[in-house]
């Protein structure tokens, strides 16, 4: 299983620790590592040319904006109908089992999300939650209207773009709900990123020192100020979206040239795969029990 639409990483400073293209790599995921020219040098010691995408600008200061539309106009030039955009930190992809949060290939995370993505006519932006936010005895498959971060496939047709310098993920949902469209947050696929500030390169450099932070919530705040407030989190200043996003109300709408009633037959069926030896008895029938199926 492979994924349909076009994959890229962005990644700025980050030659020596790319987790998301090293993770793609070991299972076989076709990508391309979007960088700046100044850094060809150091990305093809580790990496293939053939994946290494240069942008046509350097150093703009302007945080990932210009990088993430330059990666859109890629995305249209290959005429698929959406484009995937990753961040260059993620270690893993998940798949949650009977509350287990269970390593799995990313060609079938990705391939699932885009399959129910397909079947609507208005989502826009769709991807997987961060693992750390899935708690003990979650049930909810997907959240509907939420902010999509980190990985997010998107509609190539949307009449807006990335834009300003901060908060871009929150900012483009926002630009979605305000035109009508859906967004889909996947918890039963997730991916686990590294934590905000804890590592070099990308926004640390540019964006996030100082007050980096506090700015970039001020600034999400003015462009949307019926929206969005700022507040104290995770022992930082951080931007929160009233009633959390509870105004935008937008139902799904089914595409009618699908078999709504026949949708069984392309379920998919996970095999667990034992990585080190299983001590729990009860563990080992609920594995047992899952790849008997």
Not at 23 to 41: A, C, N, S, T, W
Not at 88 to 101: P, V
Not at 148 to 164: E, K, M, P, Q, T
């Given at each position: ?14 030659h020596d ?11 076989g995921?076709?990508?391309?590592i979007?960088?700046?020219?100044q ?9 293939d040319e053939?994946?290494?995408v ?5 150093n703009?200061?302007?945080?990932s ?14 005429g698929?109908e959406r484009?995937?955009?990753?961040d260059?930190?993620i ?24 399959k ?6 208005n989502?826009?932006?769709?991807g997987?939650?961060?693992t750390?936010f899935?708690?003990?005895g979650?049930k ?11 990985n997010l496939c998107?509609r ?8 300003g ?5 929150t ?6 709900w ?10 039963v ?5 590294n ?6 390169g990308?926004?640390m ?17 003015r ?7 700022t507040?104290r ?11 959390n ?21 392309e379920n ?6 034992e ?5 729990s008895d ?11 199926k």
């Amino acid at each position: 299983m492979k994924p349909k639409y076009p994959i890229y990483i962005i990644s700025k400073g980050r030659h020596d620790v790319c987790y998301t293209a090293d993770m793609f790599l070991k299972y076989g995921v076709d990508f391309k590592i979007v960088i700046e020219p100044q850094e060809f040098h150091l990305y093809k010691q580790k990496y293939d040319e053939k994946i290494l995408v240069q942008t046509p600008f350097s150093n703009l200061g302007l945080g990932s904006i210009p990088a993430r539309n330059f990666v859109w106009e890629l995305g249209i030039k290959t005429g698929a109908e959406r484009h995937w955009i990753f961040d260059d930190n993620i270690r893993k992809t998940r798949y949650i089992w009977n509350g287990r949060k269970v390593e799995c290939d990313p060609n079938v995370a990705i391939s699932e999300v885009e399959k129910f993505t397909d079947r609507y006519e208005n989502i826009a932006i769709s991807g997987m939650q961060y693992t750390f936010f899935i708690t003990k005895g979650h049930k909810k498959p997907f959240y509907l209207n939420n902010r999509v971060y980190s990985n997010l496939c998107i509609r190539n047709d949307l009449d807006f773009r990335w834009r300003g310098r901060y908060n871009e993920d929150t900012d483009l949902c926002l630009q979605a709900w305000s035109k009508n469209w859906c967004t889909v947050l996947f918890n039963v696929f997730t991916i686990d990123k590294n934590a905000t500030l804890s590592m070099k390169g990308g926004n640390m450099t540019e964006l996030y020192k100082e007050n980096g932070r506090l700015q970039m919530s001020k600034d999400l705040e003015r462009v949307w100020p019926y929206v969005v407030e700022t507040k104290r989190k995770f022992g930082r200043a951080q931007h929160h979206i009233k009633n959390n996003s509870l105004q935008f109300d937008i139902p799904l709408i089914r595409r009618k040239d699908i078999d709504w009633d026949n949708l069984e037959s392309e379920n998919i069926t996970l095999k667990i795969k034992e990585v080190d030896k299983v001590k729990s008895d009860k563990l080992k029938k609920l594995i047992e029990k899952h790849n008997d199926k």
